[in-house]
């Protein structure tokens, strides 16, 4: 399964947008881009996921690029807690062993 | 909506013990999942599963074993804890569905 790389950490202002990016340029024709977030040292929570389409649902929207390298998860409008840890991993059906990288630990200031 | 649970959600042991920590998922899933996670730090992959009879190493080495007779039951085992065993443990499951993940377990051994 492919790697990914993501920022450390963000900071993020109350009622604005999150952004966050992932890299992912190993990335196979058959694997999927998913985001989970995890809220204190709660099991990890899955938000979205997509293949090569933009996605959206009612947690956020998954913005991938043409190539598939990378990928933007968006918060339309954070919230303090969406204070979390945010891991972006790919993984393809296929495929047995699924592997989180470090994640992006998101702080949303009021 | 997946279903999983973990018991104990907390387990304070002694050194040299024997403990096994439970996973069980409702929903029918083939692949379940083992993951270390040390307060603040990421996730590591230790055993995997892709069904019935099946069991992999993960990423991390572990004195840990788990068995998978039942496809809804993935329980980890160590034989003697010991004081580097301190941490919590996340079981996950996936089908065709994203993975989820119970709640966890926390294990401390004194």
């Known amino acids: 399964d492919a790697k990914t790389t993501q920022p450390t950490s963000m900071d993020c202002a109350e009622g604005r947008a999150a952004n966050l990016p992932c890299n992912h340029s190993t990335i196979s024709g058959n694997e999927y881009v998913y985001w989970y977030r995890q809220i204190h040292s709660q099991g990890p929570q899955y938000i979205i996921h997509?293949?090569?389409n933009n996605e959206t649902n009612e947690m956020a929207s998954l913005i991938i690029t043409e190539d598939r390298k990378s990928s933007t998860l968006i918060l339309p409008h954070a919230t303090l807690r969406d204070t979390a840890v945010y891991y972006c991993?790919?993984?393809?059906?296929?495929?047995?062993?699924?592997?989180f990288g470090g994640g992006t630990r998101v702080l949303v200031k009021p | 909506e997946a279903d999983i649970y973990q018991t104990p959600r907390y387990l304070v042991i002694g050194t040299g013990k024997k403990i096994t920590l439970e996973c069980s998922q409702t929903m029918g899933h083939d692949k379940m999942y083992w993951y270390q996670q040390d307060p603040g730090m990421e996730l590591h992959l230790i055993h995997y599963s892709y069904g019935v009879n099946s069991t992999e190493k993960g990423d991390l080495s572990s004195e840990s074993t788990v068995s998978r007779i039942r496809t809804e039951h993935f329980p980890l085992t160590l034989e003697s804890a010991r004081p580097s065993h301190t941490s919590q443990y996340l079981c996950?499951?996936?089908?065709?569905?994203?993975?989820?993940f119970g709640n966890g377990t926390r294990l401390t051994v004194t």
């Open positions: 991993i790919v993984f393809g059906a296929a495929g047995n062993k699924l592997t």
């Open positions: 996950a499951s996936s089908g065709t569905s994203p993975l989820h």
């Open positions: 997509g293949l090569k």
